[in-house]
């Protein structure tokens, strides 16, 4: 006997079916309120990741930490009066070298004004006031002349004609000195400024250089310092801790059409925790294989961002794999609307772990890592504690940020305690983040590079210029005196004209020729 469906089963399926697509509904709003919310904050609000929280009465979270307190000693007060300059307000004060040259002008009065008003006496000089600018003058070039006496012998001519040697130069019968050679170098990739640009500022001074020349120039030159740059690598690769990270340049097509993707790899290392050297490497694409390539011998600490990459070299037994807690607390900044309490004392974790960190690199090595198990371990081990929780209570939306947040944190998880237990270790990747910048805002001027040679070329010169810059060198002078000096040093000793190097040797040159 066939039963059919009353009107009561019908009315329950249809609640059924509502109450689904209520849900359903339910959480497409809220999704799409949450990505609103990022939206708007993206075109708005500010772009700092800094959360501020309100702790109230509770204090800082390293107050108690042990400081060690030198031992009192009796201090005499004195007591002077001292009167205080008075700032004038609205000038601007600026810095320069006391050996500037200085060029006088003397501005007099007329002759019929150096006569006094009242009595027609003659005035009578009784000082100068002097005001001093700073000024500049056009670029100035000039002409370099290798004068070569020629020799020959009068009873055996035979023998030819002798002449002293020519310096050594890096490009073969070039017209082009290496202080220019060096300063078109600094000009594109630590100024930015594209070739064409530094064409148009050349005509300026009557000096007329077609850009294809200084491209030749520029491939030339990164050719010849590629030596250099592969002793860098080594450097790089053999000291224990490096951090890496990468970035996408456009990268000119051979025919005709779009330019194609291509990235600049970063490796910081040489040494400690904020290493000296910036490594660039230019490759072609984003493929593993050329990360995995570089770094197939290296054995240490590594630190990075989530990239799948990253996280295949962390199942090497040589490698110490230490994620960025700074990319772990973007993704929480992100959240919006969702949760917020739960938000909040996630950043607060991190935000803690951070202060620790600052105070930590402000001591030794040894209380770096009574800090980070004593003070850092708990606070971590607590953030691991409370995601799990929270992920484990379920009714989260899969495709929502504070979903995917959770999830990004807790695949990191296992990762975060290696950087516990070596002194050089970070808890972020700032110091790769903060190397590649200079790389961002040059391709933003000069827009793509011209060829595989030419990205060759600029990861040559990145790697040496902003290795000058973060170790305070003058990279003019130090491109300048490596150019003159590359082809006749010794290949045994090249990590001699390695920056780090060549500043030691030049502070030590100064402190022998001074008084």
């Known amino acids: 006997m066939l039963t059919h469906p009353t009107t009561t089963d019908k009315l329950q399926d249809l609640v059924r079916q509502q109450a689904q697509l209520i849900e359903q509904q339910s959480n497409q709003i809220a999704l799409l309120q949450e990505q609103l919310s990022w939206l708007k904050k993206q075109l708005f609000g500010a772009k700092s990741e800094r959360i ?15 400081v060690v307190t030198p031992p009192a000693e009796t201090v005499e007060q004195v007591s002077y009066e001292r009167r205080k300059a008075v700032k004038k307000k609205g000038t601007d004060t600026i810095a320069y070298p006391d050996d500037l040259p200085i060029e006088r002008k003397l501005l007099d ?42 020799y020959a012998s009068r009873k055996a001519p035979d023998q030819g004609v002798v002449t002293a040697a020519l310096p050594d130069t890096i490009i073969d019968r070039c017209p082009a000195d290496e202080s220019l050679l060096a300063s078109v170098v600094i000009a594109k990739y630590c100024d930015h400024l594209p070739l064409y640009r530094q064409v148009q500022m050349l005509r300026r001074s009557d000096i007329q250089i077609s850009r294809q020349t200084l491209s030749k120039w520029v491939l030339s030159l990164g050719a010849g310092l590629e030596p250099l740059y592969e002793a860098m690598k080594a450097r790089v690769l053999q000291s224990g801790v490096i951090f890496v990270d990468e970035s996408p340049v456009s990268l000119q097509s051979e025919k005709k059409g779009p330019c194609k993707k291509a990235y600049m790899w970063i490796y910081a290392g040489g040494g400690g925790g904020d290493p000296p050297y910036r490594f660039f490497e230019f490759c072609t694409s984003r493929s593993h294989t050329h990360v995995e390539q570089t770094l197939k011998d290296y054995q240490g600490v590594l630190h990075s961002d989530k990239y799948a990459a990253y996280e295949k070299l962390a199942k090497r037994d040589t490698i110490q794999w230490c994620p960025c807690m700074a990319h772990v607390r973007r993704k929480f900044v992100e959240v919006e609307g969702a949760e917020p309490e739960l938000r909040r004392r996630i950043l607060q ?42 992920i484990h209570q379920g009714g989260l939306l899969p495709k929502a940020k504070l979903t995917q947040a959770l999830h990004y944190y807790l695949g990191l998880a296992p990762y975060f305690d290696n950087y516990l237990t070596n002194a050089d270790a970070r808890l972020d990747n700032n110091v790769a983040e903060r190397a590649i910048r200079p790389l961002t805002i040059g391709r933003k001027n000069w827009l793509f590079i011209g060829s595989e040679n030419g990205g060759q070329a600029a990861a040559i010169f990145m790697s040496l210029i902003q290795t000058c810059r973060h170790l305070n060198i003058n990279p003019q002078e130090y491109l300048e005196d490596v150019l003159r000096r590359i082809m006749s040093h010794p290949a045994k000793r090249i990590d001699d004209l390695l920056p780090d190097r060549w500043l030691v040797d030049r502070q030590e040159n100064a402190a022998e020729l001074s008084p």
């Open 109 to 150: 009065l007329p002759d019929e004004q150096k006569v006094c008003s009242s009595t027609g006496e003659p005035l009578v000089p009784i000082g100068e006031e002097v005001t001093r600018k700073l000024a500049r003058k056009a670029e100035q070039f000039f002409i370099i002349e290798y004068v070569r006496p020629k």
């Open 349 to 390: 974790k991190i935000r803690y772990l951070f202060l620790f960190e600052r105070v930590a690199w402000a001591r030794s090595p040894e209380e770096r890592l009574r800090i980070r198990k004593e003070k850092e371990k708990p606070i971590l081990d607590s953030l691991t504690t409370l995601i799990k929780e929270r």
């Open 52 to 66: 501020v929280a309100d702790l109230g009465q509770q204090s800082l979270p390293f107050a108690e930490i042990d």
